[in-house]
């Protein structure tokens, strides 16, 4: 975590978000597995204060230009942006393994738009409402809407705002036997990182008052 971060959030909330949203990622992979019937890897959760450029560069760095997401906007005691990232080869076959049945590339193409919204709407509503219950708050999501193009297309953002600070939290999946892999990226800004911060140390100070009780 960068010099940005450590000012926001303590050694101590940066371990408690990365395991509640480690918690949050692992729920909704368990939604995807179910989807496409196969076993769903992850990595340990990335969590970084970064500008909006510097955060869509990071994904293209890892996947070029051609990239296809499931974006939601969420609103509560916090509020940001969370996107379901493919590449866009990945994606149709994904749209194949939710489907469930021998397509060819007309009928994927048929399918894709309404096939990842519901993936997008499953995995990102999983996610953060397990994220928003552990800390006691409730979470609007908009409606899923799918984009295509490169990282600054999909985060959608004007000039003026490339270099504003936000907390980019992210994490990198792929399914077992299946050439399927992306990533579930969080973008909340500074404002709303610091009520992220709030509702962190309340959680970490009510998991401590349990340990302390004890059984």
Do not use: W
Request: charged share 20%; aromatic share 4%; glycine share 8%.
């Amino acid at each position: 975590m960068n010099q940005g971060a450590a000012a926001m959030l303590t050694p101590l909330e940066s371990d408690a978000l990365t395991e509640l949203v480690n918690i949050g990622v692992s729920r909704a992979a368990a939604g995807l597995r179910q989807m496409v019937g196969g076993e769903v890897m992850l990595s340990v959760p990335s969590i970084e204060v970064v500008s909006h450029k510097a955060a869509a560069a990071l994904i293209g760095e890892r996947e070029g230009s051609d990239l296809v997401a499931v974006k939601q906007d969420f609103n509560g005691a916090f509020a940001g942006r969370a996107l379901l990232i493919f590449p866009h080869a990945n994606s149709l076959d994904l749209v194949r393994a939710v489907v469930g049945e021998p397509l060819d590339d007309a009928a994927v193409r048929d399918l894709e738009q309404e096939a990842l919204a519901e993936t997008g709407n499953v995995i990102l509503n999983s996610c953060l409402a397990t994220i928003a219950n552990m800390l006691e708050q409730p979470v609007q999501m908009s409606l899923p809407e799918v984009l295509h193009g490169d990282g600054p297309a999909l985060f959608q953002l004007g000039p003026e705002l490339q270099d504003s600070l936000v907390l980019f939290l992210y994490i990198n999946f792929s399914v077992r036997n299946r050439r399927i892999r992306g990533y579930i990226a969080m973008l909340m800004d500074l404002p709303s990182l610091a009520a992220l911060k709030v509702l962190v140390g309340g959680f970490i100070e009510r998991v401590m008052n349990d340990d302390a009780v004890g059984p």
